[in-house]
């Protein structure tokens, strides 16, 4: 015993050694910046809305808005302009909107009149079942695991764009991105808010997963990082080239453009990239397979609709929340918003009632429809959207999320089923973000001077290892799978999680009017739903509408696993909470008054094109340093 408790005090007396020699190491190692960059950051900076006369960009910020605004200089259509930008957000924006993360996508061509939706979400691996994650130890999908990794979507995105749409190919494109990963750019504050670890997370994040550490940190887990430094992206610059290399490499072999972007596809599919990809899981024990990575390939489809007025809004499926927007505005049609004044405490409630509806219904029937039957037809009619209003409580909050419908009866097609629910425990909490890391996603909306809109939602974050050498981070989307069969978003091999990054455009009498959308994970449809409000009913400028204070639910599971729940909650904005929080307090919500243009209630971007003249005018939110520009 005397030996054993001797062992124990020479382990303590090392272990505190060790602990003093780190903190005295610490205290002297450098912790200023590299190197700064002159910048003018458009973070929180007041601004009017952009005005353009041929084509207009807002994205998630200015050098991806520049690259969009580059594309459209030299000929390039509004589906060339979106993929510069998202590739310069990968750049610019890793740590919130990554190369090769989702990318939900809408596309109206204006030829045609049509829009199209591409599902930009990536696929469970052939071997991620529910029963695999449980033999783990698993209740819910683990972060910072390889095992949270999607089968990555973006590049088939780009890919798959541009051989419809486009007229450029993926070097010229990705041109401005490695440039800006090569040379470097100032860290801006969006960036800095989303990277500020304290000396433990940097320390932790260098311990658990080095390559990110090296990446983000630049290998030194002592220095934080600071606003205006010089920040490289070296390997993704080369991971861009060799994509570009393989696309120059087809077309010098007599190939035409089409072969070209095969070829990319194939690089990053077949070739190295997924060679890399699959020596990162074998070593860390992730399920990707050679297949699940050659058999991957997204799909054009018709998106959903629904109408508010005179307006159509038009989203991707229910392998995404975007349903949602049209869902709410559709049981808000029927109530006299405008009599009730902006942002009083009777307008405030009808619309978080409206969306708590709509989310519930998102927990009840949102999943893959390539694995799930989602009455979508019945889910939007305006019979059901005017049963759902009836729920509503004038005067009184629901004080828990509300029961889901039933749109099966509304279903006008042959299609039934089963209506299925989850029921979220009572005394759940939302757990705090444990990361601080890589906490948002991005945005990007481009309409051209032949009236072609893009509407883009990219996002992934270095919660997951990184691929070493390649500046590849892919994700965590897998945790918006659920553990639970009976969920709709259940987990199953090859199905798509429900995600929330989506895309919007709305139309005003038939005509392209608005391509917007939003980070800001469960925010992004209440964001979305509001901002259209503040233009639609209340005849706010589009830089108006994204500026004025907002409002959130936290009333339903979140969408991030581990799904948890705050049954009552609301958030508002400060000048809300100082206006009517008691007053909703009064209604019986449980109200938290947050900080003033916080992100964490999204960073709306938007371009409206005024159906008659063509004129543009484009919104970015000073939220986070979003930037919106035009011609």
């Known amino acids: 015993?005397?030996?054993?408790?001797?062992?124990?005090?020479?382990?303590?007396?090392?272990?505190?050694?060790?602990?003093?020699?780190?903190?005295?190491?610490?205290?002297?190692?450098?912790?200023?910046?590299?190197?700064?960059?002159?910048?003018?950051?458009?973070?929180?900076?007041?601004?009017?809305?952009?005005?353009?006369?041929?084509?207009?960009?807002?994205?998630?910020?200015?050098?991806?808005?520049?690259?969009?605004?580059?594309?459209?200089?030299?000929?390039?259509?509004?589906?060339?302009?979106?993929?510069a930008a998202l590739l310069v957000l990968n750049v610019t924006f890793g740590e919130a909107a990554s190369f090769p993360g989702v990318a939900p996508v809408l596309v109206y061509e204006a030829k045609t009149g049509k829009v199209t939706s591409y599902t930009g979400a990536g696929k469970a691996p052939a071997a991620a079942t529910i029963e695999l994650f449980k033999s783990r130890g698993h209740e819910v999908v683990p972060k910072l695991s390889i095992l949270s990794q999607l089968v990555p979507a973006s590049p088939d995105v780009i890919t798959a764009l541009l051989e419809r749409y486009g007229t450029k190919g993926f070097g010229e494109l990705a041109a401005p991105a490695?440039?800006?990963?090569?040379?470097?750019?100032p860290v801006h504050a969006t960036m800095h808010k989303?990277?500020?670890?304290?000396?433990?997370?940097?320390?932790?994040?260098?311990?658990?997963?080095?390559?990110?550490?090296?990446?983000?940190?630049?290998?030194?887990?002592?220095?934080?990082?600071?606003?205006?430094?010089?920040?490289?992206?070296?390997?993704?610059?080369?991971?861009?080239?060799?994509?570009?290399?393989?696309?120059?490499?087809?077309?010098?072999?007599?190939?035409?453009r089409k072969a070209g972007l095969a070829a990319v596809r194939d690089y990053f599919y077949k070739g190295p990239v997924a060679e890399a990809i699959l020596t990162l899981h074998r070593e860390k024990g992730g399920l990707f397979t050679r297949e699940d990575l050659s058999g991957y390939r997204g799909e054009f489809e018709t998106p959903l609709s629904g109408s508010y007025g005179d307006y159509t809004l038009y989203t991707n499926r229910t392998w995404c929340q975007g349903a949602v927007v049209p869902?709410?505005?559709?049981?808000?049609?029927?109530?006299?918003?405008?009599?009730?004044?902006?942002?009083?405490?009777?307008?405030?409630?009808?619309?978080?009632?409206?969306?708590?509806?709509?989310?519930?219904?998102?927990?009840?029937?949102?999943?893959?429809?390539?694995?799930?039957?989602?009455?979508?037809?019945?889910?939007?009619?305006?019979?059901?959207?005017?049963?759902r209003r009836a729920l509503m409580t004038p005067g009184r909050?629901?004080?828990?999320?509300?029961?889901?419908?039933?749109?099966?009866?509304?279903?006008?097609?042959?299609?039934?089923g089963p209506a299925s629910a989850y029921d979220p425990a009572p005394g759940a909490r939302l757990a705090e973000n444990s990361s601080g890391y890589g906490r948002d996603t991005s945005y990007l909306s481009v309409i051209d001077r032949w009236g072609n809109a893009v509407s883009m939602t990219p996002s992934d974050f270095p919660q997951s290892p990184m691929v070493p050498g390649t500046g590849l981070t892919l994700g965590?989307?897998?945790?918006?799978?659920?553990?639970?069969p009976k969920h709709p978003a259940a987990l199953a091999p090859g199905k798509r999680p429900t995600i929330t990054p989506n895309a919007a455009m709305a139309f005003k009498k038939g005509k392209l009017y608005m391509s917007f959308g939003t980070p800001g994970g469960?925010?992004?449809?209440?964001?979305?739903?509001?901002?259209?409000?503040?233009?639609?009913?209340?005849?706010?400028?589009?830089?108006?509408?994204?500026?004025?204070?907002?409002?959130?639910?936290?009333?339903?599971?979140?969408?991030?696993?581990?799904?948890?729940?705050?049954?009552?909650?609301?958030?508002?904005?400060?000048?809300?909470?100082?206006?009517?929080?008691?007053?909703?307090?009064?209604?019986?919500?449980?109200?938290?008054?947050?900080?003033?243009?916080?992100?964490?209630?999204?960073?709306?971007?938007?371009?409206?094109?005024?159906?008659?003249?063509?004129r543009l005018r484009g919104g970015a939110d000073a939220r986070e340093s979003s930037w919106a520009e035009g011609r």
């Not at 909050?397 to 099966?408: K, L, R, S, V």
């Open 1 to 83: 015993m005397k030996m054993l408790l001797k062992a124990v005090k020479y382990f303590a007396l090392g272990l505190l050694s060790v602990i003093v020699l780190v903190v005295v190491v610490y205290l002297f190692l450098p912790k200023g910046p590299r190197e700064l960059m002159e910048f003018d950051d458009p973070f929180g900076r007041e601004r009017p809305a952009a005005v353009a006369e041929q084509y207009m960009a807002a994205t998630g910020n200015q050098w991806a808005t520049a690259a969009a605004l580059d594309a459209l200089d030299r000929g390039g259509n509004a589906v060339d302009a979106a993929v």
């Open 178 to 185: 490695i440039r800006l990963a090569e040379e470097g750019f």
């Open 194 to 256: 989303n990277l500020s670890m304290n000396v433990f997370k940097r320390l932790g994040m260098s311990i658990l997963m080095p390559y990110n550490a090296q990446v983000y940190l630049g290998g030194q887990w002592w220095r934080p990082l600071h606003r205006r430094e010089r920040f490289r992206r070296p390997d993704l610059a080369k991971t861009f080239r060799a994509l570009a290399d393989a696309e120059s490499g087809a077309l010098k072999k007599g190939g035409g």
């Open 327 to 387: 869902l709410a505005l559709q049981i808000l049609e029927g109530v006299d918003l405008k009599s009730m004044s902006h942002n009083s405490p009777a307008y405030v409630h009808a619309v978080l009632q409206a969306i708590e509806l709509a989310m519930a219904d998102r927990e009840a029937f949102f999943g893959d429809p390539a694995f799930v039957r989602v009455p979508e037809k019945g889910l939007l009619s305006k019979t059901y959207a005017a049963e």
């Open 397 to 416: 909050a629901f004080g828990a999320m509300p029961p889901h419908g039933d749109p099966w009866k509304h279903q006008s097609s042959a299609m039934t």
């Open 476 to 484: 965590i989307r897998m945790t918006q799978f659920r553990l639970d």
């Open 522 to 614: 469960d925010m992004q449809t209440q964001a979305l739903v509001q901002v259209f409000l503040n233009i639609a009913v209340f005849g706010m400028d589009v830089q108006e509408a994204i500026d004025a204070p907002r409002f959130r639910s936290l009333n339903w599971p979140d969408a991030f696993s581990p799904h948890a729940y705050r049954p009552g909650v609301i958030e508002l904005e400060g000048p809300l909470g100082r206006s009517v929080g008691g007053a909703l307090e009064d209604m019986g919500y449980r109200v938290e008054v947050k900080g003033e243009r916080d992100n964490s209630f999204s960073a709306v971007c938007a371009v409206i094109r005024d159906p008659e003249t063509g």
